[in-house]
């Protein structure tokens, strides 16, 4: 090796400092004044805080010859007087280069047990991976933690853990690491079931009397008698006559899924372009469009003549199709690339809407729609898809507190 060349990372002697103890203000800026007297360089550092507990590393280069001793008692000095523990080690290079194919899984759990987190860190280490850190994201109203992993690329790594939460009960989001993450995205949601917990035809139905006849069609149509369009017609046929003032009671008879409110806040705060499609109506989607801000919104239209309800739909119609041409249409118009997209939703007829999606994300949904999506979210909370992006509950409690 020529002089003018430095020395590779992994044969610089280096000093593992680490520190242990009750936390409290100062501690990192009195370790780093220690260690400054030595004329050490900052290799890396890592600290975390749980329960009130501090543990802080610091990898630095060796200090100049013959004052390592003095370095290590200055150190030791500083830590007992405030009651802290440190442990010097002594070694070569920076931590060990992480492999390829780097993801970030996220784990939600309500709650989220020891045993699961086993079983999941052993299925991460089976497929190849290292656990290069880990952090939480979330402790209520779900426990979310996050791995970041690498040495294994993303989909094998996906679809063991999507094995893995099946079998044991959590939620498990592997996506690729990387800028983008982060980057302006399109979020796209079905609205029946999963930004409300209504079934619209069904408020229209109650109205209308025929509650139990609808719900017969709906049921031809989950035995796969009748497509998704043909229970439509059949359904809306039987609202024919209802006075269109139903609709203003049916705008305020719809429930918005616990979180809602708190996912489309937090996502339009961060930049994010929100939408939603449904086989459900305008006349409700447009109000909801406009209540919460939606960027897009598309659905099936009824028609209405001379203030009653026809029992038709007019225009396009949103199916199982529809949806994704849709997300494509609003990705399109939103300028993100379709990788880029998030999609949300419960049912069969959103799971081309799920599979077109950069992610796609099977909300308390139907197992056919579980096992197809690139990750499930089975608690009761809408909100907790922000985890699958990153994003975490300070940043969100964080925001509102600014806000407001």
């Known amino acids: 090796m020529s002089a003018s060349q430095p020395p590779q990372t992994s044969e610089v002697p280096t000093l593992l400092v680490k520190i242990f103890g009750k936390d409290r203000p100062g501690i990192t800026a009195g370790l780093f004044d220690t260690l400054a007297a030595f004329s050490?360089?900052?290799?890396?550092?890592?600290?975390?805080?749980?329960?009130?507990?501090?543990?802080?590393?610091?990898?630095?280069?060796?200090?100049?010859a013959g004052t390592e001793g003095e370095l290590r008692a200055t150190v030791h000095g500083w830590a007992e007087a405030l009651k802290l523990q440190a442990e010097i080690i002594s070694g070569l290079g920076d931590n060990r280069p992480r492999g390829s194919g780097r993801s970030h899984v996220t784990v939600l759990g309500h709650p989220l047990t020891a045993e699961c987190t086993a079983a999941i860190a052993a299925r991460i280490t089976g497929t190849g991976?290292?656990?290069?850190?880990?952090?939480?994201?979330?402790?209520?109203?779900?426990?979310?933690?996050?791995?970041?992993?690498s040495g294994c690329e993303t989909e094998p790594l996906?679809?063991?853990?999507?094995?893995?939460a099946a079998e044991i009960g959590v939620d498990v989001a592997v996506v690729s690491a990387g800028l983008h993450r982060r980057a302006q995205r399109l979020v796209v949601m079905d609205v029946d079931s999963t930004l409300i917990t209504d079934e619209v035809i069904e408020l229209f139905a109650a109205h209308a009397g025929c509650e139990a006849e609808v719900a017969e069609v709906t049921a031809a149509a989950?035995?796969?008698?009748?497509?998704?369009?043909?229970?439509?017609?059949?359904?809306?046929?039987?609202?024919?006559?209802?006075?269109?003032s139903v609709v203003d009671k049916v705008r305020t008879e719809v429930r918005l899924t616990p979180g809602a409110r708190t996912l489309i806040r937090t996502l339009?705060?961060?930049?994010?372009?929100?939408?939603?499609?449904?086989?459900?109506?305008?006349?409700?989607?447009?109000?909801?469009?406009?209540?919460?801000?939606?960027?897009?919104?598309?659905?099936?239209?009824?028609?209405?003549?001379?203030?009653?309800?026809?029992?038709?739909?007019?225009?396009?119609?949103?199916?199982?199709?529809?949806?994704?041409?849709?997300?494509?249409?609003?990705a399109a118009e939103a300028g993100v690339p379709l990788a880029q997209t998030v999609a949300i939703g419960d049912g069969a007829n959103d799971l081309d809407m799920l599979n077109a999606a950069g992610l796609g994300v099977a909300f308390n949904a139907k197992p056919v729609v579980r096992k197809a999506a690139d990750t499930a979210v089975n608690v009761p909370f809408l909100d907790a898809v922000l985890y699958l992006l990153g994003i975490t509950r300070e940043e969100v409690e964080t925001a509102d507190a600014h806000e407001g």
């Open 268 to 330: 339009k705060r961060l930049g994010f372009q929100v939408g939603v499609v449904s086989g459900g109506f305008t006349q409700v989607t447009d109000d909801l469009k406009e209540r919460l801000g939606l960027d897009f919104a598309s659905a099936n239209t009824l028609e209405i003549v001379d203030g009653r309800l026809t029992g038709r739909v007019t225009g396009e119609i949103v199916d199982r199709a529809g949806k994704a041409r849709l997300l494509r249409r609003f």
């Open 40 to 64: 050490v360089d900052v290799v890396d550092i890592e600290q975390v805080v749980t329960r009130g507990r501090i543990t802080l590393c610091a990898l630095v280069t060796e200090p100049p």
């Open 129 to 149: 991976g290292n656990i290069d850190r880990i952090h939480r994201l979330a402790k209520y109203p779900v426990t979310a933690v996050e791995f970041a992993v």
């Open 158 to 164: 996906r679809t063991a853990l999507a094995t893995e």
């Open 222 to 244: 989950m035995r796969g008698e009748l497509d998704f369009e043909q229970s439509l017609h059949a359904r809306v046929a039987l609202l024919a006559g209802l006075d269109a």
